[in-house]
């Protein structure tokens, strides 16, 4: 079983930053995309930035120039960098992965969700 370990969620001013950090198990074998979505109360889930494997980037128009994502194959971490927060940034953040263990298809897997709160 994959295993996607979150942290660096919490309560920011605006115009504060937090830095979010996701550790997928060492048992995952291809990652093929790694990224966060976010879900604010009321709305639908959805994607803020996910790095693939060739290293391209894709960022949701609402945090362009603001949030970075960059990740560590080495460790089979992607991290989340967020400057310039905003309150409408409030939401539950979801790490997550696309790709395959050993022997099984691939698949989007999902970490628990951490909250960042950003207070006006």
């Known amino acids: 079983q994959v295993q996607l370990v979150e942290s660096g969620g919490g309560l920011v001013q605006a115009g504060g930053s937090l830095r979010l950090s996701c550790a997928a198990s060492?048992?995952?074998?291809?990652?093929?995309?790694m990224g966060w979505y976010r879900q604010a109360p009321g709305k639908q889930r959805e994607l803020v930035a996910h790095?693939?494997?060739?290293?391209?980037?894709e960022y949701a128009d609402s945090v362009k120039g603001r949030f970075t994502i960059s990740r560590d194959n080495a460790k089979n971490t992607v991290y989340l960098q967020m400057n310039s927060l905003k309150p409408e940034d409030t939401a539950v953040y979801y790490c997550?992965?696309?790709?395959?263990?050993?022997?099984?298809?691939?698949?989007?897997?999902w970490g628990q969700g951490t909250q960042v709160t950003v207070s006006s």
């Open positions: 060492r048992n995952i074998f291809v990652i093929n995309r």
């Open positions: 997550n992965l696309y790709g395959r263990v050993w022997g099984r298809p691939e698949r989007d897997y």
């Open positions: 790095i693939i494997s060739g290293g391209n980037t």
